[in-house]
């Protein structure tokens, strides 16, 4: 019995079969790159994926959370339960977040650089292949 591909093998091959340049900038379906953007923040941040979206209450977690929140809200628009359900919190949850976002935007250049360092990573949908 074979092992499961992992997302970049299955990426690879998806690539070869399409007959894509694999040295051009990565083309990643819209619910890969959602998980893209929760391993970019919690590299980022120095943080674990399961606990970005885990129960925890932790002050270290809320800024990384809050910058998904905001690059989930603009590249494309996702609504506050679609990204609720991707991070295990209720809308009213991201809402704060989204509003803890853009205070810490307007008041803090590294965290508006760690925002432009994920954003700078997502292909928006809208791209052709």
Same mark, same amino acid.
């Given at each position: 019995m074979t092992s499961p591909l992992s997302i970049e093998e299955r990426v690879a091959r998806i690539e070869a079969v399409l007959g894509l340049d694999p040295t051009a900038a990565p083309r990643v379906p819209w619910p890969l790159?959602?998980?893209?953007?929760?391993?970019?923040?919690?590299?980022?941040?120095?943080?674990e994926v399961d606990d970005l979206i885990g129960i925890t209450k932790v002050r270290e977690l809320v800024l990384p959370r809050a *910058?998904? &929140?905001? !690059? %989930? =809200?603009?590249?494309?628009?996702?609504?506050?339960?679609?990204i609720g359900r991707l991070l295990c919190r209720d809308h009213s949850t991201i809402i704060n977040l989204e509003r803890i976002a853009h205070r810490q935007f307007c008041d803090d250049v590294?965290?508006? *650089?760690? &925002?432009? !360092? %994920? =954003?700078?990573?997502i292909v928006p949908k809208t791209e052709c292949v």
């Open positions: 790159r959602r998980t893209a953007v929760l391993r970019d923040a919690a590299a980022l941040w120095d943080v *910058a998904v &929140v905001m !690059v %989930l =809200r603009d590249e494309p628009p996702m609504s506050y339960s679609q590294a965290f508006r *650089a760690k &925002v432009a !360092v %994920l =954003r700078s990573q």
